[in-house]
């Protein structure tokens, strides 16, 4: 099996899917998300965006907060979706085979990345 370098990763994004009558609560976590760690919070978009099948804000993080992040993550989704994949330049290997869920795995549209 070969190796890969955490070279090749030169950051990560979460998505935090959510359905519009819990909006509030995605919000709330987006602020505490904010509070707690070094990242960069996308916009709020209440509707499907790009490869992502429901509302969803993006969270971008470096791959130094990955180990604080992502065990947060795990147990404070507040019942969410939340996608996370890396950004190695393969965009549709970064979201088709190198990501992960938390809490409800909802699958993403890969046609929207070609």
Same mark, same amino acid.
């Given at each position: /099996?070969?190796? #890969?370098?955490?070279? #090749? @990763?030169? $950051?990560? +994004?979460?998505? *935090?899917?959510?359905?519009?009558?819990?909006?509030?609560?995605?919000?709330? !976590?987006?602020?505490?998300?904010?509070?707690?760690?070094? #990242?960069?919070?996308?916009?709020?978009?209440?509707? %499907? *965006?790009? %490869?992502?099948?429901?509302? /969803?804000?993006? &969270?971008?993080? $470096? %791959?130094?907060?990955?180990?604080?992040? #992502? %065990? =947060? !993550? /795990? &147990?404070?989704?507040?019942?969410?979706? @939340?996608? *996370? +994949?890396?950004?190695?330049?393969?965009? &549709?290997?970064?979201?088709?085979?190198?990501? /992960? =869920? @938390?809490?409800?795995?909802?699958?993403?549209?890969?046609?929207?990345?070609?």
């Amino acid at each position: /099996m070969e190796t #890969v370098g955490s070279d #090749v @990763i030169h $950051g990560y +994004h979460a998505h *935090i899917n959510f359905d519009l009558e819990v909006r509030d609560t995605a919000v709330a !976590l987006r602020e505490e998300i904010g509070k707690q760690f070094d #990242v960069i919070l996308g916009r709020v978009w209440d509707k %499907p *965006i790009g %490869p992502h099948l429901k509302s /969803m804000f993006q &969270v971008a993080f $470096g %791959p130094n907060e990955f180990s604080k992040f #992502v %065990p =947060w !993550l /795990m &147990v404070n989704h507040q019942g969410l979706a @939340i996608f *996370i +994949h890396p950004e190695t330049g393969d965009e &549709v290997a970064d979201h088709r085979d190198n990501a /992960m =869920w @938390i809490n409800e795995k909802l699958g993403v549209d890969l046609s929207a990345l070609d």
